[in-house]
Nanobody
């Protein structure tokens, strides 16, 4: 059973930085997968913001956050470092996993199979 748990959310001032963590379990038997970060603000659709693959570390960042996010992986944990935070970054942030049959795929924000329960990020003065 795949399980994902997000942590690291909180309240920060505009222009501040924050690092979110996604602890994954149950993926050891899957050789190929992607981990993505998503967010959903009040009254808005869910939005993919960053993705990293398990093969060669291919990365995809959404246009809305390019230059302000860094995704990385260390063993069973995927991190999302966010800088220069803006009020519009306020949202619940989720990590998700997508399984693949073969290597050699590109990151995308579609077709994720497993989801964490989310961690709240609030950006305000």
């Amino acid at each position: 059973q795949v399980q994902l748990v997000e942590s690291g959310g909180g309240t920060v001032q505009p222009g501040g930085s924050l690092t979110l963590s996604c602890a994954a379990s149950g993926l050891a038997q899957h050789f190929y997968y992607a981990i993505g970060w998503f967010r959903q603000a009040p009254g808005k659709d869910r939005e993919g913001i960053s993705c990293i693959t398990s093969t060669y570390g291919n990365i995809l960042n959404a246009d809305s956050v390019k230059g302000r996010v860094t995704i990385s992986r260390d063993k069973n944990t995927v991190y999302l470092r966010m800088t220069d935070l803006k009020p519009e970054d306020t949202a619940v942030y989720y990590c998700a996993a997508k399984l693949y049959q073969r290597p050699g795929f590109w990151c995308s924000f579609l077709g994720y199979d497993f989801w964490g329960q989310g961690t709240q990020v609030a950006v305000s003065s």
